[in-house]
């Protein structure tokens, strides 16, 4: 099978590349940690949880240590996911040096009422002196803590990837970008209009527009591109806003033997759930890893509703056991591959600023199959719907309802 790169467009496919994949918190940080002391020029973090346990306090002492010896280090947080820790994390930054922004912070009761907090940033991004970069799914906060159900023995199923070469350039863009509208504090337009009622207007507008904006590829592809071959793939609610969607999408209708989708929170719109279904009918194995030990009770309902629909067409569902499951990753045909942040439900696909990032490589493929095999493993296979009848078509429809309004109230345009 060959998937073509144009696919890809509008985000960059890029030669050249090194991938690591990197299992968990137990192999991100110390990687994360060892890259931050190397540190020479720039650090940037991006994170939807930096939690105040001993895992984020370690990586805070290392960005601190970091600005100390005068490496410039800016970190954003989210304003929701992160809103436990906000006050250890001032405390450890305060006159640090470190370049603290808390993205759509809720620090005032009003902003409860703003529909534009229900877009928050879910990225997880790290990016040292533009050459070495993280991308993935992995919050800062240890992998045997939850947030909402304590701690456990068993780590929390997730992945990341380690990346140098050229997309690294579009994930440290993408780091700046998200760190500048925190730190502005105000909506990207209502930034623009206020430089562009003062003096020099036309100048400050643009260098403001270049620090804001997420990266975007160009439509000019240099073949052939040596491996690894990777895309750097965003869902903002600027431009790309349906980016990752189309990525899935593209590349499950293209498979010709396998999918292997692992989510957590899976509530796919009508484009994913036809590629899937057509992908079983001409005869893809197709195989999702989803939640098993059930985190949020909601988020299990939505996954649930669409069994019926996914197992009558032939696609295999699998819920993982062991743990809680919070890995965002895919194979299809032992050649693409994904690794992020984006769920496949609406709030990722359409809310939510989210980052993946795409590889064309058969060894990184292999390798990341061979991690959701072995999930796989300890996972049951669902065989049958939880529930049939009358009760399995109220069941979705009241999913559905919900999932319709939530988005109204958040804003989100076109059909899901």
């Known amino acids: 099978m060959s998937l073509a790169p144009a696919w890809l467009i509008p985000a960059e496919l890029s030669g050249g590349n090194e991938a690591r994949l990197l299992r968990g918190g137990d192999a991100l940080f110390p990687r994360m940690l060892a890259a931050v002391d190397a540190a020479q020029r720039e650090v940037w973090v991006a994170t939807y949880i930096f939690h105040h346990d001993e895992t984020g306090l370690r990586l805070c002492a290392r960005l601190v240590a970091a600005a100390r010896r005068g490496v410039k ?14 006050g250890a994390l001032h405390r450890e930054f305060e006159g640090s040096g470190v370049a603290f922004a808390v993205f759509r912070p809720l620090d005032r009761w009003w902003r409860w009422l703003q529909p534009g907090q229900l877009r928050r940033l879910h990225q ?27 701690a456990s023995d068993a780590p929390r199923l997730d992945f990341a990837v380690e990346l140098r070469g050229p997309v690294v350039q579009a994930v440290g863009q993408a780091a700046r970008a998200v760190w500048t509208r925190a730190w502005l504090g105000r909506d990207v337009g209502e930034e623009l209009l206020a430089l562009a009622r003062g003096p020099a207007r036309l100048v400050r507008a643009a260098s403001l527009w270049r620090r804001v904006h997420m990266p975007r590829g160009q439509s000019r592809l ?3 591109l040596p491996p690894v071959r990777a895309a750097f ?32 929170y899976f509530y796919p719109g009508q484009r994913i759930r036809r590629a899937l279904r057509q992908a079983a009918q001409r005869g893809v194995r197709v195989r999702l890893l989803l939640q098993g030990k059930v985190d949020y009770r909601l988020a299990a309902l939505a996954a649930q509703a669409l ?8 696609v295999e569902i699998y819920e993982y056991q062991p743990a809680f499951l919070h890995a965002k990753v895919a194979v299809v ?33 292999e390798q990341l199959r061979a991690e959701i095999e072995s999930a796989q493993a300890e996972a049951r296979q669902v065989t049958t719907p939880p529930h049939t009848g009358w009760r399995a078509l109220l069941g979705r429809a009241w999913v559905a309802w919900i999932a319709h309004v939530y988005l109204r109230v958040a804003g989100a345009a076109g059909r899901y």
């Open 73 to 86: 280090v800016c970190v954003v947080v989210d304003g929701f996911g992160s809103k436990d820790s906000l």
């Open 307 to 314: 069994y019926a629909e996914l197992l009558e067409h032939g």
């Open 124 to 150: 997880k991004l790290c990016v040292v002196d533009g050459e070495q970069g993280f991308v993935g799914g992995i919050n800062l906060i240890d992998d045997r803590i939850d947030l909402h159900h304590g």
């Open 233 to 264: 793939v965003l869902r903002d609610n600027l431009r790309q806003r349906r980016t990752i969607e189309r990525a899935y999408v593209d590349a499950i209708s293209r498979a010709q033997s396998t999918v292997d989708l692992v989510c957590p």
């Open 222 to 224: 240099s073949h052939p």
């Open 333 to 365: 045909d032992d050649q693409w591959a994904t690794v992020g942040s984006s769920n496949i439900d609406p709030l990722s696909l359409l809310l939510n600023l989210e980052a993946n990032v795409v590889l064309l490589d058969g060894r990184f493929a």
